[in-house]
């Protein structure tokens, strides 16, 4: 299926991103433990950057974690994130001059062209909700205020002298570590008054941070479990196609209908729908012929529902509930009996189709030499005419 093969070659940009962080983050900690192995190259490059680069390919390696997860979301910001990383690691892995490094050179240097190859695959759009917006506005706002507040009352504490020492204390006072190096005056009220707002400000504003962040996180994963969609899926939906049941011919349908076009499968088969999460794909798990599951798909904003399972009688129903709710948007079907054609058009379809008259037509005129019928099923197959 070619959408599955799509994904296959999107997903090992994403596994490469991640062994890319993963080798980061181990070769920086065994420099920064180390203070560096010793190479023929050694004598090019000053130990202060050997361990330098070290500390700091730590951090790119955890900052890489996260483009890796957005790039899994196939968000393009985590495509971009990870386009600028990975310079960033090959030249990094370059200063550290010492064997261990060079898988990581490896790696990185094979990523880039799979990263570049897939660039079309990641076109998903990063909109922060209002409410990630103002975790995060009050996070900055919490750490600037113990930043630069104690640096302005630093006379008050003792072993605060820059802006770095400003920051460094409201980080330990925020986490609630508090090693005791920088401290108020014993006799100033104002510096321990200070330090009482910084820890309730910074401790409050990092829960509500990780709160906000986390939940989603959560949430999808549990909805991905279960085979569910997560509110958050349902709201992008706009303009949207509904496919009603799981049958043959729902594969063919998603990967016919393109990467631009948003849709969501609504089946009551659980392995199935745990199977289609896996792929990223928005499926809920829920009977397609009831009202509460297709008003979450958000069937009042759908452009047209297809109900194309080996059940025509469940697709009528389906459809008649859908008809009900949308009396506007287009309804396609397949029958699978040639009988229950007329029937699903009373049901409340559009358009309807019987995928065994049209293969049978086709086989026949392909068997007497017609031509155009031979024609017609390779443009069906997306094959292409000599």
């Keep these: 299926m070619r959408w599955i093969d799509r994904w296959e070659t999107a997903r090992a940009s994403v596994l490469l991103t991640f062994a890319v962080a993963i080798l980061s983050i181990i070769v920086g900690l065994v420099h920064i433990s180390t203070g560096g192995v010793d190479s023929g190259f050694v004598m090019y490059v ?9 500390f700091t390919g730590t951090l790119t390696g955890f900052t890489m974690l996260g483009s890796a997860y957005a790039l899994k979301q196939r968000y393009r910001v985590g495509w971009y994130a990870t386009a600028v990383l990975l310079p960033v690691t090959v030249i990094q892995g370059l200063l550290q001059v010492s ?23 990641f076109d998903r759009r990063f909109s922060p909700s209002p409410t990630q917006l103002a975790a995060g506005v009050a996070l900055v706002t919490a750490l600037s205020y113990g930043t630069f507040g104690s640096f302005a009352l630093r006379e008050e504490f003792d072993g605060i002298a820059t802006i770095s020492d400003a920051f460094y204390y409201t ?6 570590v508090g090693y005791g190096d920088i401290t108020p005056v014993p006799t100033s009220e104002l510096g321990k008054l200070f330090s009482i707002s910084v820890l309730l400000i910074n401790v409050a504003a990092f829960a509500v941070a990780l709160g906000v962040l986390l939940t989603p996180t959560i949430e999808a994963q549990l909805s991905k479990a279960l085979g569910k969609m997560t509110d958050s899926q349902f709201n992008l939906l706009n303009e949207h196609v509904l496919i009603l049941g799981y049958g043959d011919l729902t594969e063919p349908i998603i990967e016919n209908l393109g990467e631009n076009t948003q849709f969501a499968v609504i089946t009551k088969d659980e392995s199935v729908s745990r199977r289609l999460a896996d792929q990223d794909i928005p499926v809920l798990t829920a009977d397609p012929s009831d009202e509460q599951p297709l008003q979450r798909a958000g069937i009042v904003d759908a452009k047209a529902a297809i109900a194309a399972t080996e059940n025509d009688a469940q697709d009528a129903l389906a459809i008649l509930t859908a008809r009900q709710l949308n009396p506007e948007f287009e309804i396609l079907a397949a029958a699978m009996q040639r009988e229950n054609v007329a029937k699903l058009r009373h049901a409340g379809a559009d358009r309807v189709i019987s995928p065994s008259e049209i293969g049978g037509r086709l086989l026949a005129n392909s068997a007497i030499g017609k031509r155009d019928a031979e ?3 390779r443009q069906l ?6």
Excluded at 46 to 54: F, I, K, L, M, T
Excluded at 171 to 176: F, Q, R
């Design 171 to 176: 980080i330990v006072t925020a986490s609630t």
């Design 46 to 54: 000053p130990e202060a950057v050997r361990r330098a680069v070290g």
């Design 375 to 377: 024609d017609a099923s």
């Design 381 to 386: 197959l997306g094959e292409e005419l000599e």
């Design 99 to 121: 064997p261990f490094a060079l898988p990581l050179v490896m790696v990185s240097v094979l990523s880039v062209p799979a990263l570049i190859y897939n660039r079309e695959r």
